[in-house]
């Protein structure tokens, strides 16, 4: 490959397996009583002084993935969100899953309702790029409602988001089968169709429930249009139609809009946060592709998908975790496996928020982060889970890939996925450490071997960009700021 960052491997090795460094399998895996994880990072304008080691961020900020998902941006943003106005959704739907922890410990799983929710002075927008499922948003609000979380006033829906129908979900799983063994490993959830139908121009807005004759059309030509692709589509659109009549009198006091909300609390000088979903691994221009989501959610995706200038952004926060997960189908170069994935799937209770599935686990890869920074222009990271690094006697860094044909050395992301899948990783060794940190909260407390490792992760990060927060526990406090 012509490529200036091609060099001849000799200064590295291949690693050895987890097991071989002293991470051992637990005995038992007791999902029920795993903690769960998620993340969080800061430095706002905070009044209390125990906030202030999370004070000086722009009036807007961005907290985006930038590898496979699942990093824990929603800890990281339900902390910014304590001291912001608005907390916002650009893309995506139901797929995303985030967990958030309140002061007391309880755990809530949110999959459209913004994380910000915790907050009773947020404003919580989903914002026009995401397609949205309007019974599962209101399940998420009778649970936050139950659980003492008032929702009333406090949620805007964009009357431009596009509807996703269970007629979405229906195709989302007749593609899926129809692909056979190259399945992309989709959350069924629909978003993918959904999307399709945007793009077909053939979808339905949430303002067009309100135009009767216009909305009845749009669900009548979806359903046209599955029944005529899947032989074995079986959707009643007749029922659907009903069933949404009567959620739009449901649904109209949530509905605004958004477009000119957002801006509004810009000039007013209120601060925003913007909420990642997904990430840029994923991303439908930049991921894996075809083995990527159906939206953008690197920063081009959240700019379209609020309406919010591109001028207008200061902060943009990288959310990665120190080592890898994902979920589906597709290349994952620094992918563990047996009982080596297992070990690590055990102690960071790597299961999704919404389905329940398994993680592939794997090695942090600085290919994949630094090509997410080159897209995102991160001012910061934001390493999370650091905590289940401990117990290693080494830790293995991805730091290029390798192409055993040639025997070049590359720290580009390749296009095409097959090729990706033949390339080897190179691997830089670390010590590791044996103490439990997640009771540490100052830098300075961390083992040695610890700061060793986040110093060359931030060595390899393109451009000077500092990991300011590292995540050592599920908790809204473990967290600890690096200075």
């Known amino acids: 490959m012509a490529d200036s960052c091609m060099m001849k491997a000799s200064s590295y090795k291949i690693a050895p397996k987890a097991s071989q460094l002293g991470w051992q399998r637990p005995n038992s895996l007791n999902r029920a009583s795993s903690a769960k994880y998620t993340t969080a990072k800061k430095r706002f304008v905070c009044t209390a002084s125990s906030e202030d080691k999370y004070t000086g961020l722009t009036q807007v900020v961005a907290v985006l993935g930038s590898q496979w998902g699942d990093e824990g941006k929603g800890k990281l943003v339900d902390i910014l969100a304590q001291n912001s106005d608005l907390v916002i959704r650009a893309q995506g739907g139901a797929n995303a899953g985030h967990t958030i922890y309140d002061e007391e410990g309880n755990k809530y799983a949110l999959h459209q309702v913004p994380s910000g929710i915790l907050n009773p002075k947020c404003k919580c927008v989903i914002g026009h790029g995401v397609v949205c499922y309007l019974p599962g948003l209101f399940e998420e609000i009778e649970k936050l409602e139950a659980a003492g979380v008032s929702c009333e006033g406090r949620i805007m829906l964009s009357d431009r988001a596009h509807l996703l129908f269970d007629l979405h979900r229906t195709v989302d799983g007749l593609r899926e089968e129809a692909l056979g063994g190259k399945k992309i490993g989709t959350t069924k959830r629909g978003i993918g169709p959904a999307y399709a139908t945007k793009a077909f121009r053939s979808g339905a807005r949430v303002c067009d429930l309100y135009n009767t004759a216009v909305f009845e059309t749009r669900v009548r030509t979806m359903f046209s249009d599955a029944a005529a692709q899947f032989p074995d589509f079986d959707f009643d659109a007749e029922a659907e139609i009903e069933k949404y009549v009567a959620l739009a009198a449901r649904v109209k006091p949530f509905v605004g809009d958004t477009l000119a909300y957002v801006n509004e609390a810009y000039r007013e000088g209120k601060q925003i946060l913007v909420e990642g979903a997904n990430a840029t691994m994923l991303d439908i221009d930049f991921g894996t592709y075809p083995y990527v989501t159906s939206s953008s959610p690197c920063i081009g995706g959240v700019i379209s998908g609020i ?148 110093t060359r992760v931030e060595e390899l990060l393109q451009d000077n960009i500092k990991c300011s927060y590292i995540g050592v526990g599920p908790g809204r406090d473990a967290m600890v700021v690096k200075p």
């Open 307 to 454: 309406g919010l200038a591109p001028s207008k952004f200061g902060d943009i926060i990288g959310v990665a975790k120190a080592y890898t997960t994902r979920v589906g189908s597709g290349p994952y170069p620094t992918e563990l496996f047996g009982d080596d994935a297992e070990a690590v799937r055990a102690k960071g209770f790597e299961y999704g928020t919404t389905t329940g599935r398994p993680r592939r686990c794997g090695w942090l890869d600085m290919v994949a982060l630094n090509y997410a920074h080159t897209i995102n222009g991160f001012t910061s990271i934001n390493l999370t889970k650091l905590d289940v690094l401990s117990g290693l006697k080494e830790i293995q860094l991805g730091v290029a890939y390798k192409d055993p044909a040639t025997g070049e050395v590359t720290t580009n992301m390749p296009a095409d996925a097959d090729y990706l899948e033949t390339l080897e990783v190179v691997y830089e060794t670390l010590p590791g450490w044996e103490e439990d940190i997640s009771k540490v909260r100052e830098y300075a407390d961390l083992p040695e071997t610890a700061k060793q490792y986040i």
